[in-house]
């Protein structure tokens, strides 16, 4: 993974020449106490009231319902505000770095640029109540929209333009369902295709791209998708359907730079909604952390999300981060809230090093452990999510999720994740979770074996809980038919493709003959040879080699391909469940393609992962980070 450092280092020397705007706000504001200063975009009154914690004796505006669950990219406004204040201390707030950084970030996408007005101070408060009330929903109509903008200053030109934010960016399922299964106004074609990741009563947190065409580009592509009723939310399309919205729709649809000059006055515009100046506020520390709890102004937070350009060919993510956060628009995200691969850049930037290390070492001693921490990540992220419950030891006071049914006596590699957790505490104490090191160490393992590789998103933190009962009902055995396997994938924000697909890890690896021995004995879909060879290591009689292993694919057991796959077609499937995979049944397609495309079979095997390393994790105050991955702090 490449160093973050340049994309951070670009955006602190980032200076800002003059302009002197509302309530002592002005592009040099930091010329001589802080001239390498930089910024980022709005909240509470532009006040950065957004990026505050809940603590026991704070409620802040994350959990509000516009927020919860879509935020994210906090850990990168952390990155750069302890960047400025290595180089000057307590001068530059969390509210002008956020103004700054969502500049850049539409710039890197390919917007355009403007001058950004400084001199924000950050609130020591927050308001809920206000968060909840004034973001305007996915759900508004021209006549809502138009006056919750207006409520801040904002005209309906201000509206129209800013909106056009949503050409980059994604969306969650739970903002759009009820457009694409209840509307008319909306092209079959995008409703259709939104429905294969949308299903009607599951999927809340499953994402789509706002814009189909150029969902990384900032460019007017947005504009022409309302135009064919391709708006993705509800809100989007009010801007094209028959209203006074229209006329500016079109014109932006075939201007580009007429756009362009809007979005930035009007982003020019948000950037001074009632900042704090002068003797007002504070300049935060810490920008998760404010002083006192009482009600005050917000901006319209919720309608807007920029991802950003690569600055370099690595910073796509790390910008669209910024922009997230700094138009702060609360319709996408998704259940991986804070997590981003650059979490670590600055805290502890060689981590992914040493998880590497480790995990080289490791399999260069067993090939097979490489399986086996695949299969600890798995079993993990089923269970309460990915948040590192299944490596808690029991103790007298504590029963972990161990010696549930589908681990005692089956999963293995803790020992592993201890050594590079120890390696890890001594170049950065404290900083790095296991849930984290498991996932990285799951993705490395896959690298190292001849399969692909993906930026791991990080930044979760471990659970002080674990649920045995969880364990044993959540992971699927290895009995499961073809129905019961999709259900509890489902469960867990999967669907049936992710599944296909995350099963060939079983492309590496080695099972139990207590968990394949009713497959060889009692079932007809399996070759008979196969069954015979299976056989001779495996007993009849339950209780008898219960412990002995077979591997998953006779042919390449420590090679990450598509084997797997191949496998099943022969009726070669060591497990019941594999060989449901094909049976005569609506996976059978899949497998098939995967045979004749490993390419495929990678990419979606990486898209699963990404995917189920996003399940619900703990992130920001929650959990902890264990000082040793067996017991809690």
Known sequence: MASPKPFACSVIALLFAAHLVSAQLSANFYDKSCPNALSTIRTAGCDGSVLLDDTPTFTGEKTAAPNNNSLRGFDVIDNIKAQVEGICPQVVSCADILAVAARDSVFALGGPTWVVQLGRRDSTTASLDTANNDIPAPTLDLGDLTKSFSNKGLSATDMIALSGAHTIGQARCVNFRNRIYSETNIGTSLATSLKSNCPNTTGDNN????????????????????????????????????????????????????????????IVKMGNIDPLTGSSGQIRKNCRKGLVVVALHDVEQRRFQLP?????????????????????????GGSSAQLSPSFYSYSCPGVFDAVKCGMQSAIANEKRIGASIVRLFFHDCFVQGCDASLLLDDTASF?????????????????????????VETICPGVVSCADILAIAARDSVAILGGPSWDVKVGRRDSRTASLSGANNNIPPPTSGLANLTSLFAAQGLSQKDMVALSGSHTIGQARCTNFRAHIYNETNIDSGFAMSRQSGCPRSSGSGDNNLAPLDLQTPTVFENNYYKNLVVKKGLLHSDQELFNGGATDALVQSYISSQ?????????????????????????EIRKNCRRIN
């Open 599 to 623: 390419s495929t079979f990678f990419a979606d095997f990486v898209t699963g992962m990404i995917k189920m390393g996003d399940i619900t994790p703990l992130t920001g105050s929650n959990g």
């Open 308 to 332: 950003a350009r690569r600055l370099h060919p690595t910073s796509s993510a790390r910008c669209s981060l910024v922009v997230m956060v700094v138009v702060v628009l609360a319709v996408a």
């Open 207 to 266: 994402i789509s791209p706002l814009d189909a065409s150029t969902p990384y580009t900032f460019d007017n592509f947005y504009y022409k998708n309302l135009l064919n009723k391709k708006g993705v939310l509800h809100s989007d399309q009010q801007l094209f359907n028959g209203g006074s919205a229209d006329s500016q729709t079109t014109t932006y649809s075939s201007n580009m730079a007429t756009f362009f000059t809007d979005f930035s006055a009007a």
């Open 399 to 423: 029963t972990g999720e161990k010696m549930a049914n589908p681990n005692n006596g089956s999963v293995r590699g803790f020992e592993v994740i201890d050594a590079i957790k120890s390696a």
